[in-house]
């Protein structure tokens, strides 16, 4: 009997983390949007263009869109940010006590880069304050993507 609820909690752990993996895909990480200097953005896209060319074969072949980081944003160029981080899902509470004490938060650019086009889809990007782990797949905006941090 013992055996057999251990079995039961042991499957619905792993149901759970299936589910919370589905859901962090579904959360958008995006607090705003934003648009990086022209200088930045076209670094990010140099980088996204080599990112590509250099993993394409090792990526799954159904990626079209990799999120890459383009620029930091001062805090104080996000309207609202309190607002912002308080009623975002994808803001961990952490994040909020330290813009609340600090009054100053690292905020990152994240543009979206289209591997079928060769191109980001805009130069408009997203503003983020929690990045998710170099090589998984979030949500951003209306845009699901690998993220590729950096590119280098």
């Not at 896209?45 to 060319?53: C, I, V």
């Not at 250099?54 to 940010?81: C, F, M, Q, V, W």
């Not at 079928?116 to 993507?145: C, L, T």
């Amino acid at each position: 009997m013992k055996s057999a609820h251990s079995l039961l909690f042991a499957t619905g752990l792993l149901v759970g983390a299936c589910a919370q993996t589905e859901l962090s895909q579904q959360t958008d990480l995006s607090i705003a949007t934003y648009r990086p200097t022209p200088n930045a953005l076209a670094i990010a896209e140099t980088r996204a263009k080599q990112y590509w060319a250099k993993h394409r074969d090792e990526i799954n072949r159904g990626t079209r869109y990799l999120a890459i980081e383009s620029d930091t944003i001062p805090s104080a160029n996000i309207p609202d940010l309190y607002y912002r981080l308080t009623h975002s899902p994808g803001v961990n509470g952490s994040d909020v006590e330290e813009y609340r004490v600090n009054d100053d938060i690292d905020i990152f650019c994240i543009n979206i880069f289209d591997t079928r086009m060769g191109r980001f889809v805009s130069p408009q990007g997203y503003a983020v304050v929690d990045e998710p782990a170099r090589g998984s797949v979030a949500r951003f905006g209306k845009y699901i993507a690998l993220f590729i941090g950096t590119g280098e």
